[in-house]
């Protein structure tokens, strides 16, 4: 059976910085789109930030420049390496993934808590 388990998440001060991991089994990540998706309190779930098969990424225009997000294809693993951490990050941190051409298969993880506050 196919899961996504994100971890890294929790408390950290304004200024901070966060690693997010989310690791697949069940299924092999290397021919899929893998994204990170958050949604804060009282708002809709919005794309932070995505990477494809052969390493593009596309990021949030709220992000840019302080988020990263990579890929171990070897370890079936995504990351979200995030620096200089705002109160307006604070939010659940979900794991997608979706098979990137055929757009049959879609998973997701169970989400993890991030906390930017003093």
């Known amino acids: 059976q196919e899961h996504l388990v994100e971890s890294g998440g929790g408390l950290v001060q304004p200024g901070g910085s966060l690693r997010l991991s989310c690791a697949a089994s069940g299924f092999t990540v290397s021919n899929y789109a893998l994204t990170w998706y958050r949604q804060a309190p009282g708002k809709e779930r919005e794309l932070v930030a995505t990477i494809i098969p052969k390493g593009d990424t596309n990021y949030a225009d709220s992000v840019k420049g302080r988020f990263t997000i990579s890929r171990d294809d070897a370890k079936n693993t995504v990351f979200l390496q995030m620096n200089s951490l705002k109160p307006e990050d604070t939010g659940l941190y979900y794991c997608?993934?979706?098979?990137?051409?055929?757009?049959?298969?879609?998973?997701w993880g169970q989400g993890i808590q991030v906390t930017v506050s003093s």
């Open positions: 997608n993934a979706v098979d990137y051409g055929l757009w049959s298969s879609e998973y």
